[in-house]
């Protein structure tokens, strides 16, 4: 382990909460230190109180924050003496403590302190940094793993046996600390959970933590238990057609949850060759790396696709150890949230991506904790019923709360084709923001960077050719685990041609795109709809030109009406599948890319009227925008019209032909 430690880096860091900043962000930025939101450091800063004393502030990381991009605002600044007489006291419940810790602050509208912040106290130093350092964790989950800690760091470092962090840790480490203090001293060590370094100044706690993580590490390498061989038959091994196994364990999986949960699969050598790991079902099954890892892994990943078998070893495991706590507790979902399958590979799951890539890089972590453990001994991670304390923690249940409720589609899927630019574009942006993940399909390479969301994933896809199709659909439900709904919205608007003059490349054209891509998607997605977790949902951008058609569009209107016909004929086919098919007919959408300012003006002029009557042009005389679209056909894929199939909805400000 290398220090990041930079002398001009540094500089621009003066006061010694912005030296906090600087050493939190190099810890954060290591993910063999930290990993989402772990780890927590803190300064020491004395100022002046509203009464014009000096007062002992702690500025201690708060909850929400992630050391690799915290800023001043980050740290929740508690008063010192409040900390210290609470380290005295015999017994207090943690969430007592956590409504003390607020109590203390200076500043009502800082972040909640971390849950460590007494144990930060009481380490008389300015800066104290603490991590949760891999490879602490691989040398101490193993047999005698405190004797281990012990050759590698003599009595230079205060040893705490486990205890679960909150009020019970806090007070132990405040006896420790003095009892085990001595002139030597580089730090403590967290037994199955940490390190903790502290100096007066950001650099020397900083180093102390790198050179500490740097022993550990050269140990397992000295032991032969750093290097992990992945065996060359796990190259260009990514599975291909995958997609309805896939679909078929969300499916089951989410019923399990009790929601729609998004599955992303790592088949990457690193995961497959843990996956085929000849002892892998006794290896995986010991419990987590580190105890906080259980709310975002569970304390076991599933091997294989037995559900069944998962929920009852979890409903056994919850009956084991809910009777040894005194509180009231009602069981978590059942459902795994780490899945091992020797062929599928690893495969993460959450509610959101966001929650299924931290269990994924949590995970990815913990493999190579484990095989390194192995290495050096066997890997042991602490009793179920220890992990089970964590697991149903009042304040981790606190931060699984938290957030208010989830948008509409949270947890749900969407195809969205045409996604580069106008309609289709918009629906991406508005499906995203009620929740959804979206894979959005074009021709067009701007695809990819129609929005920066995690939980969007824009691929570039010939819709006319069905390998292109599958190879998509493919890759997307590797990403997400299934697909709950699709709009179908690519499309071409050929230049108006008369019947007379009509080329039979330009009405090809107009039904490759307009129709025939379409059956190929509903044909494509049909038994990845049938399995989505709240039913399918197809949503079609149809267009005023059925009902009422245009001289010289020909192609395009009987290209349409065709889909049209198609969507209703699938909406009686799919009905009994649970899958919903609506079409909405938009006109007069002018603020997509086809419609520059200099197209609109001459079309205007054309009839007489400025631009802005022209695109007013209807009976409620209002703009219809591409949102405005996009709107109703997220509603359509919601909740609302959960028993609504084969609907035509104009969205057209009213028009005299349609009605
Ligand atoms: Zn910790």
């Not at 066997?378 to 249940?397: D, G, H, T």
């Amino acid at each position: 382990m290398k220090s990041r430690w930079n002398d001009a880096e540094a500089a621009n860091y003066t006061s010694d909460l912005q030296q906090r900043v600087y050493t939190s962000r190099l810890l954060g930025r290591d993910q063999e230190l930290v990993m989402h939101g772990g780890g927590n450091t803190s300064v020491k800063i004395t100022q002046e109180n509203v009464f014009g004393e000096p007062e002992e502030i702690l500025y201690v990381k708060g909850s929400g924050w992630d050391l690799a991009t915290i800023e001043a605002p980050g740290f929740a600044p508690v008063r010192m003496d409040a900390m210290l007489r609470l380290a005295k006291l015999d017994e207090l419940s943690d969430s007592e403590m956590a409504n003390q810790l607020k109590c203390s602050m200076i500043n009502a509208s800082a972040p909640g302190p971390s849950v460590e912040s007494i144990l930060h106290a009481i380490l008389p130093y300015t800066f104290v940094d603490h991590t949760h350092a891999n490879a602490l964790i691989s040398v101490c989950n193993t047999p005698n793993g405190e004797e281990k800690v012990r050759d590698i760091f003599g009595d230079t470092v205060i040893m705490i046996p486990y205890i679960m962090p909150g009020f019970k840790l806090a007070r132990y480490c405040a006896d420790a600390y003095p009892a085990q203090v001595n002139a030597n001293m580089v730090g403590m060590v967290l037994m199955n959970h940490g390190l903790f370094t502290f100096a007066d100044t950001a650099k020397d706690a900083y180093e102390k933590m790198i050179d500490m993580t740097d022993r550990l590490e050269q140990y397992l390498m000295q032991h032969d238990a750093w290097q992990i061989a992945i065996p060359d038959i796990y190259a260009n091994q990514e599975s291909t057609d995958r997609r309805l196994e896939l679909a078929q364990l969300r499916h089951d999986l989410s019923a399990l949850a009790g929601k729609p949960m998004i599955l992303r699969t790592d088949d990457s050598p690193h995961s497959l060759h843990f996956t085929n790991h000849p002892e892998v079902a006794r290896i995986s099954q010991q419990g987590t790396a580190t105890p906080d890892h259980i709310i975002r892994t569970k304390r076991v990943p599933m091997i294989g696709r037995d559900l069944v078998a998962y929920q009852t070893a979890y409903e056994q495991y919850f009956a084991e150890n809910d009777p040894l706590w005194p509180q009231d507790l009602t069981m978590l979902d059942p459902a795994p949230r780490v899945i091992l399958d020797p062929e599928l590979g690893m495969i993460a799951v959450g509610d959101s991506i966001k929650a299924a890539n931290i269990s994924r890089d949590i995970y990815g972590h913990t493999i190579d904790m484990i095989l390194r453990a192995e290495k050096l001994d066997s890997f042991r991670s602490l009793s179920a019923a220890e992990l089970f304390e964590v697991e149903y923690w009042e304040l981790e249940q606190a931060k699984l709360k938290k957030g208010g409720s989830a948008p509409v589609l949270t947890g749900e899927v969407a195809v969205v084709t045409g996604a580069a630019s106008g309609i289709g574009k918009a629906c991406a942006e508005t499906l995203l923001q009620r929740g959804a993940a979206v894979i959005g399909l074009d021709i067009s390479a701007s695809v990819t960077d129609v929005s920066s969301n995690a939980a969007y994933l824009g691929l570039v896809c010939d819709l006319t050719d069905e390998a292109s199709i599958g190879a998509a659909l493919e890759e997307g439900v590797k990403m997400f685990g299934g697909v709950d709904m699709v709009v179908l919205n690519a499309g071409i608007f050929p230049s108006s041609q008369q019947i007379k003059d009509l080329t039979t490349d330009a009405w090809r054209r107009s039904m490759d795109i307009n129709l025939d891509a379409n059956l190929f998607l509903m044909r494509a997605l049909h038994p990845l709809l049938k399995l989505a977790p709240r039913g399918g949902k197809v949503a079609i951008i149809g267009t005023k030109n059925i009902p009422a058609p245009g001289p010289g569009a020909g192609a395009y209107s009987a290209a349409k009406a065709a889909l049209n016909q198609l969507a209703r004929v699938a909406a009686m086919e799919w009905a009994a599948d649970g899958i919903r098919v609506n079409v909405v007919h938009p006109n007069g959408v002018f603020d997509t890319g086809i419609w520059t300012d200099e197209i609109l003006q001459t079309r205007a002029e054309a009839y007489g009227l400025t631009t802005e009557q022209y695109k007013t042009r209807n009976l409620m005389g209002v703009e219809v925008t591409s949102y405005d679209v996009a709107a109703i056909v997220a509603d359509l894929c919601g909740p609302n019209y959960a028993k609504t199939t084969g609907a035509q909805i104009p969205i057209d400000g009213g028009d005299n032909r349609v009605i």
